[in-house]
């Protein structure tokens, strides 16, 4: 092999190689980013700001996050597991896990962290 082919072939190799290197990083930073600012990548930690529920268990929850001040809009249903089994009221401290569901976020799991006295 002469000097060019293998300059040009450690040239393509260098490109690839870093290429994978980026792809690599820009697949692991989203979670890291998303613990730095909530509790968890689809957890959040916060204050009750609205509370809205239909016969059918259906309705949305309004969280205003402690740690970085946030509004989220929950949407809940029949299959959102609350623990203790109750609603939040106005004013208590809950943690949400949910799943965004086509920009949709709804809440799996509620759990009253801290409730009032």
Same mark, same amino acid.
């Given at each position: 092999?002469?000097?060019? /082919?293998?300059?040009?072939?450690?040239? #393509?190799?260098?490109?690839?190689?870093?290429?994978?290197?980026? %792809?690599?990083?820009?697949?692991? %930073?989203?979670?890291?980013?998303?613990?730095? /600012?909530?509790?968890?990548?689809? !957890?959040?930690?916060?204050?009750?700001?609205?509370?809205? =529920?239909?016969?059918? /268990?259906?309705?949305?929850?309004? +969280?205003? %996050?402690?740690?970085?001040?946030?509004?989220? =809009?929950?949407?809940?249903? %029949?299959?959102?597991?609350?623990?203790?089994?109750?609603?939040?009221?106005?004013? !208590? =401290?809950?943690? #949400?896990?949910?799943?965004?569901?086509?920009?949709?976020?709804?809440?799996?799991? +509620?759990?009253? #962290?801290?409730?009032?006295?």
């Amino acid at each position: 092999m002469d000097w060019k /082919r293998y300059k040009k072939a450690m040239l #393509v190799l260098t490109v690839i190689l870093s290429l994978v290197l980026v %792809s690599i990083g820009g697949v692991f %930073s989203p979670l890291t980013i998303a613990k730095d /600012r909530e509790i968890g990548p689809n !957890e959040v930690q916060g204050k009750v700001l609205f509370i809205e =529920t239909n016969a059918f /268990r259906r309705g949305t929850i309004e +969280v205003k %996050s402690d740690q970085t001040n946030k509004t989220y =809009t929950f949407y809940v249903g %029949s299959r959102t597991a609350y623990y203790p089994h109750r609603y939040p009221t106005i004013g !208590e =401290t809950i943690k #949400v896990f949910y799943i965004n569901d086509q920009g949709y976020l709804k809440a799996t799991q +509620v759990e009253i #962290v801290k409730s009032l006295p």
